[in-house]
């Protein structure tokens, strides 16, 4: 039995993936706007907004930028009320999701570290010393 990975997923999942990437991009300017009460300036926590939901859409370093966020999701989960804190629970699992997933073919990821072919040329065998 062949053990095949699809490291960066294309087709349905790939298109699902890049839906979900966008979509969590959006979630990173919501959380920026309400942000936990510590002393934290505002616009650091938006240029941070911008710089993981760019690299979520890019799908560049797309794991990272997805536990990034997952991370963010779950220190605003502590701080806010409790109906909220079932929207971000969700919010994290799906970070979480992404970040192990990847983030499909249809991303920058998959066009710098995805499928490559590798041809093997057959050649005569090697003689041992003697022959």
């Known amino acids: 039995m ?3 990975v699809c490291r960066y997923p294309d087709g349905a999942a ?10 969590y991009a959006f979630v990173a300017f919501g959380l920026a706007a ?3 009460p510590i002393a934290v300036d505002a ?3 938006y240029l941070a907004a911008g710089l993981i939901a760019l690299l979520l859409v890019l799908g560049l370093a797309a794991r990272w930028a997805a536990a990034l966020l997952g991370i ?3 220190v605003a989960l502590v701080f806010s009320p409790p109906l909220q804190q ?4 969700g ?3 799906a970070c979480i999701g992404i970040a192990l997933v990847g983030p499909g073919a249809f991303s920058i ?3 710098l570290h995805g499928r490559r072919v590798i041809h093997l040329q057959t050649q005569a065998p090697d003689r041992g010393p003697g022959d």
Not at 86 to 89: D, F
């Open 2 to 4: 062949t053990n095949y």
């Open 14 to 23: 790939g298109w699902g993936l890049l839906c979900a990437r966008v979509s």
């Open 34 to 36: 309400s942000p936990p």
């Open 43 to 45: 616009y650091l926590l």
């Open 72 to 74: 963010a999701a779950a």
């Open 86 to 89: 079932l929207l971000l629970a």
């Open 91 to 93: 919010h994290v699992g």
């Open 109 to 111: 990821d998959a066009r």
